[in-house]
């Protein structure tokens, strides 16, 4: 029986809780594929699993991250999809497809939706089955290492700026953390959109990065209060949307920020998700407060065509071989790498 090596929780902790195990390939079954995988993209949600949520339940043992490259290798009976020897991008969001959620095209409401490598099975493996429905083709412009950085974060920015904030063109948005995965993507997108991008990175060199990429503004978190330096650069009248991700460390801050009507949009809580509101301000300023997670399939592979016309850049930072991956989260969790991470399988 033909093996392949994969990246395995069997319980939280620090890096040594990361464990390199052999296992069977996998075979598709119906209406699936199987995906030799070329290239694996971390996320932070990687680095939550590995070290566990309070109150949350991972199912382990479970094989690591979200995102991957590949090429379809084998078929499962039924699919018409795909074929053979295509390179694909794995989506990383399975749901049911029968429910109302999902056939309005909202899958990531869907009841029974799973992302991988966070509750089922993911792409650290050298070999992944997946439903047919989530594999797409790799934009051409990208190479595997590129493209297998792109998926998780885009599809929630885009949710997040596009859906659940509405941001439009003239709008004034602050990005919190630009040079992360979730917010390079949103800094891209918002400047797609045609709104006014204020965004935050630490230290010169992402504020550079950050720069290249399309921010009209970026602020030195490490050496600046964004809030006073919103408020100078707005002439006091605040943003129309602020992009969170953070959580506890910005939070109030990202509220004093906003103009009245004003949108925050959070997908995360990087810094802990304990915090304070004063209702007082939430509803005398009209201000809204909106979660997001994920985004749908039809809105990321309307966003592969945007990286096929060039209009966006995949913002990778290194690759690392899989036997590596002990690093590779030692850098996610520093923050020291200058865009996406990335595991050579």
Same mark, same amino acid.
């Given at each position: 029986?033909?093996?392949?090596?994969?990246?395995?929780?069997?319980?939280?902790?620090?890096?040594?809780?990361?464990?390199?195990?052999?296992?069977?390939?996998?075979?598709?079954?119906?209406?699936?594929?199987?995906?030799?995988?070329?290239?694996?993209?971390? $996320?932070?949600?990687?680095?939550?699993?590995?070290?566990?949520?309070?109150?949350?339940?991972?199912?382990?043992?479970?094989?690591?991250?979200?995102?991957?490259?590949?090429?379809?290798?084998?078929?499962?009976?039924?699919?018409?999809?795909?074929?053979?020897?295509?390179?694909?991008?794995?989506? #990383?969001?399975?749901?049911?497809?029968?429910?109302?959620?999902?056939?309005?095209?909202?899958?990531?409401?869907?009841?029974?939706?799973?992302?991988?490598?966070?509750?089922?099975?993911?792409?650290?493996?050298?070999?992944?089955?997946? #439903?047919?429905? $989530?594999?797409? #083709?790799?934009?051409?412009?990208?190479?595997?290492?590129?493209?297998?950085?792109?998926?998780?974060?885009?599809?929630?920015?885009? $949710?997040?700026?596009?859906?659940?904030?509405?941001?439009?063109?003239?709008?004034?948005?602050?990005?919190?953390?630009?040079m992360s995965g979730v917010g390079s993507a949103a800094v891209q997108i918002a400047k797609l959109l045609g709104a006014q991008v204020i965004a935050t990175a630490g230290g010169p060199e992402k504020c550079a990065k950050v720069k290249a990429l399309g921010a009209h503004h970026v602020i030195d978190s490490r050496a600046q209060?964004?809030?006073?330096?919103?408020?100078?650069?707005?002439?006091?009248?605040?943003? $129309?949307?602020?992009?969170?991700?953070?959580?506890?460390?910005?939070f109030d801050g990202s509220l004093k920020v906003l103009q009245r009507g004003g949108r925050l949009v959070t997908c995360g809580a990087t810094t802990g998700g304990l915090v304070q509101l004063s209702l007082h301000a939430l509803f005398f300023k009209s201000l809204s407060i909106l979660g997001s997670t994920m985004g749908s399939?039809?809105?990321?592979?309307?966003?592969?065509?945007?990286?096929?016309?060039?209009?966006?850049?995949?913002?990778?930072?290194?690759?690392? #071989?899989?036997?590596?991956?002990?690093?590779?989260?030692?850098?996610?969790?520093?923050?020291?790498?200058?865009?996406?991470?990335?595991?050579?399988?």
């Amino acid at each position: 029986m033909a093996t392949m090596r994969c990246v395995v929780v069997r319980e939280h902790g620090g890096f040594d809780r990361l464990r390199l195990e052999e296992r069977p390939v996998p075979e598709p079954q119906a209406k699936c594929v199987r995906v030799h995988v070329r290239a694996v993209g971390l $996320n932070h949600l990687d680095t939550w699993v590995r070290r566990g949520v309070p109150g949350h339940t991972f199912p382990l043992p479970l094989v690591m991250s979200s995102d991957a490259a590949g090429v379809v290798d084998a078929l499962g009976t039924g699919v018409t999809s795909v074929r053979e020897g295509d390179a694909v991008l794995v989506l #990383p969001g399975v749901s049911c497809g029968a429910c109302e959620a999902c056939q309005s095209g909202h899958d990531q409401l869907c009841r029974d939706y799973h992302i991988l490598g966070e509750s089922c099975d993911g792409t650290s493996a050298e070999f992944v089955c997946v #439903p047919a429905a $989530n594999v797409a #083709p790799m934009p051409k412009r990208l190479s595997f290492e590129q493209a297998a950085s792109v998926c998780l974060a885009f599809q929630t920015a885009w $949710n997040m700026l596009v859906r659940r904030a509405e941001l439009r063109a003239g709008e004034t948005v602050l990005v919190h953390a630009g040079m992360s995965g979730v917010g390079s993507a949103a800094v891209q997108i918002a400047k797609l959109l045609g709104a006014q991008v204020i965004a935050t990175a630490g230290g010169p060199e992402k504020c550079a990065k950050v720069k290249a990429l399309g921010a009209h503004h970026v602020i030195d978190s490490r050496a600046q209060d964004f809030v006073a330096a919103v408020k100078a650069l707005t002439g006091k009248a605040g943003v $129309n949307v602020v992009f969170e991700h953070t959580g506890a460390s910005t939070f109030d801050g990202s509220l004093k920020v906003l103009q009245r009507g004003g949108r925050l949009v959070t997908c995360g809580a990087t810094t802990g998700g304990l915090v304070q509101l004063s209702l007082h301000a939430l509803f005398f300023k009209s201000l809204s407060i909106l979660g997001s997670t994920m985004g749908s399939k039809g809105d990321l592979r309307h966003v592969l065509r945007l990286f096929d016309q060039g209009r966006f850049e995949a913002v990778l930072a290194r690759t690392l #071989p899989m036997a590596e991956v002990g690093e590779a989260h030692r850098l996610l969790e520093e923050r020291a790498a200058l865009g996406k991470l990335v595991l050579l399988p």
